[in-house]
């Protein structure tokens, strides 16, 4: 007689074709893919995880523990498996573990020894506490790197929207556009500072005509900003001051008396240094 182990192992590749044609193709993300590459990938994954659980019932090996961690790691960082739904991806790991429920069966059918109770119950509940733990770990990593690669992609959005432009020898502008948080203040800060030393700036235009709501605050980030420019030879200027940001500066006492405004961005380039 066969153990389960045997018997298991010998259903990997009908299990990963099995899951498949029972997939529901209209799903979000990798599960509804036409790529027949990533079709070949996706079939491997699956397989992969059913060779590692297989040993689980292995008596002569130890528990996969570091195989799991390194399949688990490298699902959750998995680009495709990223663009999918989290809840969908649980729904198939659930869809496998009824799969290994019926293998217990198959295996209980087809055995020439009756099987006890307490043998079966030890497999279902190898299968189940295993699942439990795995899909666990499973949403813990791949809700971590969906947080980073968010936070990774607003820091690079914040970038490319502080761009120093140079436009003369050693004159640029700086055009801002949208809100201006805590977070954006402080990179605009750093990468402004880093800019203009490394392109030798000598003049920059700070333009705000894309600057929805100044406050305090970010009047205070500006100040910042340009006293930091001064400190490496850099000198600002603003343009762009809209009516309505103008009339808010004035009731909330902020005070622009010691920095050349223009009313435009052309305006300011005018006056600027000529080549």
Same mark, same amino acid.
């Given at each position: 007689m066969k153990s389960f182990y045997e018997y298991f192992k010998e259903k990997t590749w009908d299990l990963t074709e099995n899951w498949y044609a029972e997939l529901d193709k209209s799903k979000d993300g990798v599960y509804s893919t036409t790529d027949d590459s990533q079709i070949t990938i996706l079939k491997k994954q699956n397989h992969a995880f059913h060779e590692i659980f297989?040993?689980?019932?292995?008596?002569?090996?130890?528990?996969?523990?570091?195989?799991?961690?390194?399949?688990?790691?490298?699902?959750?960082?998995?680009?495709?498996?990223?663009?999918?739904?989290?809840?969908?991806? %649980?729904?198939?790991?659930?869809?496998?573990?009824?799969?290994?429920?019926?293998?217990?069966?198959?295996?209980?059918?087809?055995?020439?020894?009756?099987?006890?109770?307490?043998?079966?119950?030890?497999?279902n509940r190898v299968i189940s506490q295993s699942f439990r733990k795995i899909m666990s770990e499973f949403s813990k990593r791949n809700i971590e790197e969906s947080n980073r690669m968010l936070k990774a992609q607003q820091e690079m959005i914040v970038e490319l929207s502080t761009p120093v432009i140079k436009i003369k020898q050693d004159v640029a502008i700086l055009p801002l556009v949208g809100d201006i948080d805590t977070h954006r203040a402080q990179v605009i800060f750093d990468k402004?500072?880093?800019?203009?030393?490394?392109?030798?700036?000598?003049?920059?235009?700070?333009?705000?005509?894309g600057v929805a709501i100044i406050d305090t605050m970010v009047a205070?980030?500006?100040?910042?900003?340009?006293?930091?420019?001064?400190? %490496?030879?850099?000198?600002?200027?603003?343009?762009?001051?809209?009516?309505?940001?103008?009339?808010?500066?004035?009731?909330?006492?902020?005070?622009?008396?010691? %920095?050349?405004?223009?009313?435009?961005?052309?305006?300011?380039?005018?006056?600027?240094?000529?080549?």
């Open positions: 297989a040993e689980l019932f292995n008596t002569e090996s130890e528990a996969p523990t570091e195989a799991f961690d390194e399949w688990v790691t490298s699902i959750a960082k998995d680009p495709a498996h990223l663009s999918t739904p989290l809840d969908e991806i %649980i729904s198939e790991f659930l869809s496998v573990q009824e799969q290994y429920f019926d293998v217990v069966q198959y295996y209980i059918e087809e055995s020439t020894t009756m099987l006890s109770h307490k043998e079966v119950n030890t497999l402004t500072l880093e800019q203009c030393n490394n392109m030798q700036i000598e003049e920059l235009v700070i333009d705000l005509s205070a980030q500006i100040f910042q900003v340009i006293d930091g420019l001064k400190l %490496i030879g850099t000198i600002a200027s603003l343009s762009g001051i809209r009516p309505e940001i103008a009339q808010t500066a004035v009731q909330l006492g902020i005070n622009f008396r010691n %920095i050349k405004i223009y009313s435009s961005l052309a305006q300011a380039i005018q006056h600027t240094k000529t080549l």
